[in-house]
């Protein structure tokens, strides 16, 4: 099922979000005596921490990334090593046989590289019970009922490593779209209280005016950045550093036009894990205090279905 895709209404990143709503309750608290006249109270400070203290604890893209791509690398281990041990099933057939035997046709192993994940599984389970009916012939090419079980085991574990990446996968798009949700609520809340100290010091006291500003919307120079590139086997994005930067946001996009977010931070390099595989279109920008600058260049790659 396809899940409504979430946007976000702030233009800087999750961690300076944080860090601007620890600042602003002490702004708050600070100027309460001349705030309270619109309703702000300490009740309704505490309450904006609260909201800021359970965003910044919310897991962020890249926890969730790192053990995805943790359960990817495992997935695959476990996938070569299914390979291996069809090829070894094979090699006895044609020790026994002879090679292009019927045997070791009934294997069906030729093109094993080209398989989908499901294809492999299916032809490793046909495998193992094709090799069970010849183990009485096999016995002399090291064939053994323990050989045999040790296969059915490494493609059950094949099977749940397989299914544990997919539901990991699927669960981030959920975790990704319940955390710009809260980030949106948070930024109202931040919104909110700003317009209030900003009508307050508007005309009495620059300095605290400009304490309410969040941030403004020109980079003023900033360029945009370089030599992004898409590393598919460490599935790492990366690009150069560009001078007078503070952050960076990275994006994604299936087909060139709807894009999202996929990385905000001070690194210029990152492990994104697309959601689907296929065609994949990536951009980025620098940040600094003036706002975003423009986007690089469109990187346009093939990342391998989800495995």
């Not at 309410?212 to 370089?226: Q, R």
């Not at 920008?285 to 990342?303: Q, W």
Request: proline share 4%; glycine share 6%.
């Amino acid at each position: 099922m396809a899940i409504e895709k979430e946007q976000r209404n702030y233009n800087i990143t999750d961690p300076e979000l944080c860090m601007y709503t620890s600042n602003l309750c002490m702004y708050l608290t600070r100027d309460l005596s001349e705030l309270s006249i619109f309703g702000v109270t300490a009740p309704k400070i505490a309450a904006l921490k609260a909201l800021g203290d359970a965003f910044e604890v919310f897991p962020s893209d890249g926890v969730l990334l790192a053990y995805i791509t943790g359960l990817a690398e495992k997935k695959n281990s476990l996938m070569e090593l299914v390979k291996e041990q069809i090829r070894n099933m094979a090699t006895r057939c044609q020790l026994k046989w002879g090679e292009n035997s019927w045997q070791e046709a009934s294997l069906t192993v030729k093109g094993m590289n080209q398989f989908i994940e499901d294809t492999l599984l299916a032809v490793a389970r046909r495998v193992h019970e094709q090799m069970t009916e010849f183990m009485p012939d096999l016995g002399d090419f090291g064939l053994t009922k323990q050989v045999l079980d040790d296969f059915a085991a490494l493609n059950e574990a094949f099977e749940a490593a397989k299914n544990e990446l997919s539901l990991k996968v699927s669960e981030r798009e959920f975790v990704t779209k319940d955390r710009i949700e809260k980030g949106n609520e948070l930024y109202k809340s931040v919104v909110e209280f700003c317009e209030i100290g900003k009508r307050v010091y508007a005309k009495k006291n620059t300095a605290k005016y400009n304490d309410y500003i969040i941030y403004t919307p020109s980079a003023g120079g900033l360029k945009p950045p370089t030599g992004l590139k898409y590393l598919i086997e460490q599935n790492t994005a990366m690009w150069d550093a560009v001078e007078n930067a503070t952050s960076y946001e990275l994006q994604y996009s299936p087909d060139g036009s709807d894009w999202s977010e996929a990385y905000g931070g001070a690194d210029n390099m990152v492990h994104y894990f697309p959601p689907q595989g296929g065609t994949a279109f990536f951009r980025c920008r620098a940040r600094n205090a003036n706002g975003f600058g423009e986007y690089s260049e469109v990187l346009k790659t093939e990342i391998p279905l989800p495995s």
